[in-house]
């Protein structure tokens, strides 16, 4: 696998792959990865002929400074599931090699991120929008993947693609699970085997909110669900919501024409965690 921590050394290598005629698929990250990253770039190697994996804790996107600090860094680790997966290329830039100068731009993202996440962290979108837009210009991909766990981020990013008519097809790939329904995330390596056990019910709780959307009202879903969280001392709630899967707007009533989706965000001691469920 060749690193690149200069976006320079990068574009020279792609522009003799592109120049093959050989198709770029790119998965950004911000490391400590695990299998639902390995899964992402399965399905790139699958569909493209060359694949670039980025690791970039990006500063922008963090509202919380302590959260930014705590984010975990396994670089090592990260180099060797990369390599056991056939990533070809390692893009690794520094702070500066991103943000060469202060970005101040500020994207207009049609209000999807006002909602849910964007309540509880504001700020965090138009940092994700920032440095997605930057890895793309670097990279030039043909596909990018991301994961379905972040399904506001997945359809922010498809929003700003479009807008911004930026060249490269956007891929959502299923959050991949713990056998015990815990979704995967880079923030569960802050967590003890006992919380994560506890965590499990979370997903649990979205498979009983996916069975009530037989019998009950968007409302009493979102009840019961919040009741049973917020019964479990080890969470500290922060929303649930039901919302449209493409404008992320708050479902009033079930339309078998429009999918709903079930989005979660919870502490537990301080690390936050989402999940979400289709309907
Ligand atoms: O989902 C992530 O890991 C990050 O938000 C992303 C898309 C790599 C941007 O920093």
Redesign the pocket.
């Known amino acids: 696998m060749n690193v690149f921590e200069k976006a320079v050394e990068l574009n020279q290598f792609l522009l003799s792959a592109r120049e093959k005629g050989k198709s770029v698929g790119f998965v950004?990250?911000?490391g400590a990865l695990h299998n639902g990253h390995s899964s992402l770039i399965n399905k790139a190697k699958h569909e493209n002929e060359v694949v670039v994996a980025s690791i970039?804790v990006?500063p922008t996107?963090f509202n919380n400074p302590d959260d930014l600090k705590k984010y975990p860094r396994t670089i090592e680790a990260d180099k060797e599931l990369l390599q056991k997966n056939g990533c070809d290329v390692l893009f690794f830039p520094s702070i500066d090699e991103i943000y060469p100068q202060k970005d101040t731009t500020v994207f207009d993202l049609g209000g999807l991120d006002t909602l849910m996440e964007g309540k509880f962290r504001p700020g965090h979108f138009n940092g994700?929008a920032m440095?997605?837009k930057r890895l793309f210009e670097i990279v030039q991909p043909n596909n990018a993947y991301?994961?379905e766990k972040?399904f506001q981020?997945l359809a922010i990013i498809r929003y700003m693609v479009k807008s911004e008519n930026l060249p490269v097809n956007i891929i959502g790939c299923p959050t991949l699970r713990e056998t015990s329904g815990l979704a995967m995330s880079s923030r569960n390596t802050r967590l003890t085997e006992q919380e994560k056990a506890e965590a499990a019910a979370i997903y649990k709780a979205l498979i009983e909110a996916k069975a009530n959307t037989k019998t009950a009202t968007p409302q009493k879903v979102k009840k019961i669900f919040e009741e049973s969280i917020r019964q479990n001392p080890v969470f500290k709630f922060e929303y649930f919501e039901i919302v449209d899967s493409e404008a992320l707007l708050p479902v009033e009533e079930w339309n078998s024409k429009r999918k709903a989706v079930g989005c979660v965000a919870l502490w537990i001691r301080d690390v936050r965690l989402i999940d979400n469920i289709v309907f």
């Open positions: 950004p990250t911000m970039f990006n996107q994700v440095v997605v991301f994961g972040d981020q």
